[in-house]
């Protein structure tokens, strides 16, 4: 089983930034992408950001131009630097592994999640 271990959440002013961070027990270059979910209070968990074993970005629209994934596959970690936070971005963020196009690999059909870490965007 893969784990997926999420660091950095915490309550941040309205335009206050944080960055989240994600290791995995296992090198990250295993699945076809990485990305970040989040799940704000009331409402079903949605697609924040991804990135490819090629390192190449998705956002949502909602996080375009203030959120930023990356990855450092040498320590099996994702990173969500998220910046001019606002309230409508509180919730639990989760961390995604993705390995269901990664065919040929033992993750191959798989997706495993994070326990998630709680984002509150207050004054």
């Known amino acids: 089983q893969v784990q997926l271990v999420e660091s950095g959440g915490g309550l941040v002013q309205p335009g206050g930034s944080l960055r989240l961070s994600c290791t995995a027990s296992?090198?990250?270059?295993?699945?076809?992408?990485m990305g970040w979910y989040r799940q704000a209070p009331g409402k079903q968990r949605e697609l924040l950001a991804t990135?490819?074993?090629?390192?190449?970005?998705t956002y949502a629209d909602s996080v375009k131009d203030r959120f930023t994934i990356s990855r450092d596959s040498a320590k099996n970690t994702v990173y969500l630097q998220m910046n001019d936070l606002k309230p409508e971005d509180t919730g639990v963020y989760y961390c995604?592994?993705?390995?269901?196009?990664?065919?040929?690999?033992?993750?191959?059909?798989?997706?495993?999640w994070g326990d998630g870490t709680l984002v509150t965007v207050s004054s």
């Open positions: 990135i490819t074993s090629g390192n190449y970005p």
């Open positions: 995604n592994a993705d390995g269901r196009n990664r065919k040929g690999w033992d993750v191959y059909g798989m997706v495993y």
């Open positions: 296992r090198s990250i270059d295993s699945f076809n992408t």
